[in-house]
T-cell receptor, first 110, second 112 residues
């Protein structure tokens, strides 16, 4: 039981490049989330998916898109990366309240 | 939407002393309050949670208290140890909703 997994662990992009962060969970959870974490700002919600086939914007959705591919997988796409998107990205899943996080992706945009 | 405030932002204690971290929330619909511990370079991990039908919950050296009337909840760590050093986040959620709202974190340092 791997829990929540994310790929890649690290990524460096140039401004304007695109990439997709992958997330998968094997706990059969309905809800999945993408957060970004910046120093001193805690965890800010980018997008979430309450169930397969649905997605909703969180606090900071601009510059991102998401896809809930199936119940297990929830991907985050940066279409045209900007230096302001340099951050650590965490995926999470939850059921009956309890939320579990993936190991994170450290993204640097130069 | 919900607004969660967390204090203090940094906290240093001597090993063996107690540490208390406080959070307030604004939405009376929130009824689930988890606490996460995040060690440097690691993912946040759930350490304890409380639902609004309970006033206090304990798990060994950690406890959480909830005051629904005042809309605040606190994390108490007793007999602190160096391995308790980490960033701690509080959060709030309505169990009928989907979003978790996080505080900005408290960096706890336990001095040996």
């Amino acid at each position: 039981n791997a829990g929540v997994t994310q790929t890649p662990k690290f990524q460096v992009l140039k401004t304007g490049q695109s990439m997709t962060l992958q997330c998968a969970q094997d706990m059969n959870h309905n809800s999945m989330y993408w957060y970004r974490q910046d120093p001193g700002m805690g965890l800010r919600l980018i997008y979430y998916s309450a169930s397969e086939g649905t997605t909703d914007k969180g606090e900071v959705p601009n510059g991102y898109n998401v896809s809930r591919l199936n119940k297990r997988e929830f991907s985050l796409r940066l279409e045209s990366a900007a230096p302001s998107q340099t951050s650590v990205y965490f995926c999470a899943s939850s059921e009956v309240g309890k939320q579990y996080f993936g190991p994170g992706t450290r993204l640097t945009v130069t | 939407g919900e607004n969660v405030e967390q204090h203090p932002s940094t906290l240093s204690v001597q090993e063996g002393d107690s540490a208390v971290i406080k959070c307030t929330y604004s939405d009376s619909a929130s009824n689930y309050f988890p606490w996460y511990k995040q060690e440097l370079g690691k993912r946040p991990q759930l350490i304890i949670d409380i639902r609004s039908n309970v006033g206090e919950k304990k798990d060994q050296r950690i406890a959480v208290t909830l005051n629904k009337t005042a809309k605040h909840f606190s994390l108490h760590i007793t007999e602190t140890q160096p391995e308790d050093s980490a960033v701690y986040f509080c959060a709030a959620r309505a169990l009928t909703g989907n979003q978790f709202y996080f505080g900005t974190g408290t960096s706890l340092t336990v001095i040996p």
